[in-house]
């Protein structure tokens, strides 16, 4: 049974979202919406199911971790919930590390300080990157995380793009 949103402006609502979203919200260009959802429902082919979105319209963040001489370096990665992130070829190459992988959920957790399944790029520690999918970053509007499993985020794909430490790749294999 399909549920209807009601979206809201992020910045008007934010006991609905994570606090470093909260924070960070002011640095987001564009017109972005914050929906209550079940958190049961977070995970993206349930939420699509139950609240009508297609996945060609709502993009993952995965955050990956490398290491290279042992210096550890991360980054967020949106791909489309359609596609899968070429971790170990595109994102492996623009960390400059040798091997990379998916973070630890209890690592990825603890620094970004947000829920798992509901990790999103606004509000990331400053120092990593943050790399778009050329598609997402096309996208006229996006449902991605807010940061807790009990609401999810839209907003154009551009505003993704245009966040601080962003750059628009082709992330997907």
């Known amino acids: 049974?399909?549920?209807?949103?009601?979206?809201?402006?992020?910045?008007?609502?934010?006991?609905?979202?994570?606090?470093?979203?909260?924070?960070?919200?002011?640095?987001v260009e564009g017109d972005v919406t914050v929906a209550a959802i079940d958190p049961a429902l977070s995970d993206t082919a349930e939420f699509c199911d139950r609240y009508g979105w297609t996945l060609e319209a709502s993009a993952n963040c995965v955050i990956v971790v490398g290491r290279r001489g042992g210096e550890v370096r991360y980054a967020a990665c949106m791909v489309l919930a359609t596609m899968r992130a070429d971790v170990n070829g595109v994102i492996r190459k623009r960390l400059d590390v040798r091997k990379s992988s998916f973070a630890p959920m209890a690592e990825a957790v603890e620094l970004t300080g947000m829920e798992y399944g509901g990790i999103t790029p606004i509000g990331l520690p400053a120092d990593w990157p943050i790399l778009v999918d050329s598609r997402v970053a096309a996208h006229p509007r996006v449902v991605i995380g807010s940061g807790v499993r009990r609401s999810k985020l839209a907003l154009p794909g551009a505003s993704l793009a245009a966040l601080k430490g962003a750059e628009v790749l082709d992330l997907a294999n």
């Open 1 to 27: 049974m399909e549920e209807k949103l009601h979206w809201l402006p992020a910045s008007d609502h934010t006991e609905l979202i994570a606090a470093p979203v909260s924070a960070a919200l002011h640095g």
